[in-house]
């Protein structure tokens, strides 16, 4: 009996096409009482015994295209994305509405993260910028959409990614990026994976992960390195949740390197809610307004009072 | 479309009683964690239904399979697991007086097993516990996992084999 037909019974025998007597012919008497030990055991397992975990009508009581899709990003996890680019794109208005298309809008001050249709890509969106898409725009044959603003994609391997502006046209292909047909500045930067930009006089530009380029005045200027920092806008939040303001001051302290001084104030009180890590005013605004507490500072202290 | 879509109450209710399950429990395969398996699953089963006039219903367990596979990937990565499994059917208190021994060496056996186990490689195990545990055809997780059937065929084999090998030494063990 050679190795191959022996690899090829059990196979079929462990895909249910062969009987235990029909094994029985090709196998040692051992091994086969091996196998069927360890097999015996392993099915007889389940990872849990309580097999009624999930509640479907929590899913399909809210109509589809609604609620869970749309979701205030926390934070961010640059991992496996086939290839990750930052588009910003000076646009004016593009967008027309209609039957079956769905529109997302970044409200100012505030970025939205958005799940794309395919399932495993997204965008980002800075504050007061929007995406659209036709409902029929995606299928197996390709993705498209149109954004006003600027927006930061992950996209996930798939079918031809193209998105739209009123000035000009970017295509993502696999860990490819081009940029097409459009007439003011553009910026491209590209943090994972390759991209290729093509002006609308077909000036090319190929950056790779960590560079990023402008095209302006019927040129792409020299590549400059991103740092590997993200865009200021996609900075991450501090998330609060019944948290003691002394907790919250000591992040803040971290975050910003500085020193609070609490004074009279009560730090046992609870504050809920997210805070950006780039902007000390704005997070120190976002958490004491609430409690009616002022501050002022004095070089890298802030001191706190009723 | 004349496709059907998955946007039919009925259809959906049919996909997430058939596939819930069993897509939670290949989560857990990959890491171990059953809570967040189970969160992962159902945030897959959520964007199913928020695509649902995208899918058509017979692509809809691929559409689960790689979306679930995307959401570990991001939040949690590759990494060691050991996993821990119970039995669908407990071991009875009458067992464990009437024959301690027998359920001693059959823990120490599931335990052994177990480390065998985790210690494959992520996709050899997936495929592997997908196949026993839960039952599907070697085609099936082809499809489900966008493989060739013959990598899970490979992979299912090998596994049983590479699990032989490691408890060889427990052979003389009778369970």
């Known amino acids: ?306 | 479309m004349d496709k059907q879509t998955v946007c039919e109450e009925k259809i959906f209710h049919q996909i997430h009683k058939d596939w819930a399950v069993p897509l939670r429990n290949f989560l857990f395969y990959k890491f171990g964690d059953l809570e967040k398996s189970r969160d992962f699953a159902q945030e897959a089963f959520v964007r199913l239904w928020n695509n649902c006039s995208k899918v058509a219903s017979d692509k809809a367990k691929s559409y689960l399979y790689t979306v679930a596979n995307r959401l570990f990937l991001d939040e949690v990565g590759h990494q060691k697991v050991q996993l821990k499994f119970q039995r669908r059917m407990q071991i009875t208190e009458s067992q464990m007086e009437s024959n301690p021994e027998f359920v001693y060496r059959q823990q120490e056996f599931k335990g052994r097993l177990e480390q065998a186990i985790s210690s494959l490689s992520e996709q050899q195990r997936t495929v592997f516990l997908m196949s026993r545990i839960d039952k599907m055809k070697n085609r099936e997780i082809a499809t489900a996992l966008d493989l060739s059937i013959k990598t899970v065929e490979k992979h299912v084999s090998n596994s049983l084999k590479f699990l032989k090998g490691e408890l060889e030494d427990l052979k003389n063990i009778k369970i």
């Not at chain 1, 015994?49 to 749309?70: G, H, L, S």
């Not at chain 1, 036709?134 to 390709?142: P, R």
């Not at chain 1, 997210?274 to 004095?298: E, G």
Request: charged share 25%; aromatic share 10%.
């Open chain 1, 1 to 306: 009996m050679s190795n191959d037909e022996e690899n090829r019974a059990i196979i079929q025998w462990l895909d249910g096409d062969l009987s235990d007597e029909e094994i029985q012919k090709v196998l040692p008497r051992e091994d086969l009482l091996a196998y069927r030990q360890i097999l015996h055991e392993v099915d007889s397992w389940t990872p849990d015994n309580d097999q009624q975990i999930f509640d479907v009508t929590e899913i399909t009581r809210a109509a589809p295209q609604e609620e869970t899709k749309v979701r205030k990003i926390n934070s961010w996890m640059p991992m496996s994305i086939a290839a990750s680019v930052v588009v910003l794109i000076v646009a004016g208005v593009y967008f027309f509405s209609g039957f079956g298309t769905t529109e997302y809008v970044a409200d100012n001050g505030t970025s939205l993260e958005v799940n794309l249709p395919d399932g495993i890509s997204t965008v980002t969106l800075a504050a007061g910028s929007a995406i659209q898409w036709e409902d029929d725009a995606w299928s197996e044959n390709g993705r498209k959409m149109t954004i006003e603003g600027k927006a930061y994609f992950k996209v996930g391997k798939g079918s031809p990614f193209v998105v739209s502006a009123a000035t000009g046209t970017v295509e993502v292909l696999g860990t490819e990026f081009e940029v097409s047909g459009f007439e003011e500045t553009f910026i491209v930067a590209c943090y994972e994976g390759k991209v290729r930009a093509t002006a609308a006089d077909q000036q090319k530009i190929t950056l790779a992960a960590g560079e990023e380029s402008v095209y302006h005045k019927d040129a792409w200027a020299p590549k400059r390195n991103t740092n590997g920092d993200l865009p200021p806008w996609f900075a991450e939040k501090l998330e609060f949740k019944d948290t003691s303001l002394e907790e919250v001051f000591a992040k803040l302290e971290k975050t910003y390197e500085v020193k609070i001084v609490a004074g009279d104030v009560n730090l046992q009180q609870k504050y809920t809610g997210n805070v950006p890590t780039n902007n000390l005013k704005a997070s120190m605004k976002l958490v004491l307004t609430s409690f009616n507490i002022k501050y002022k500072t004095i070089g890298k202290t802030l001191y706190l009072s009723k």
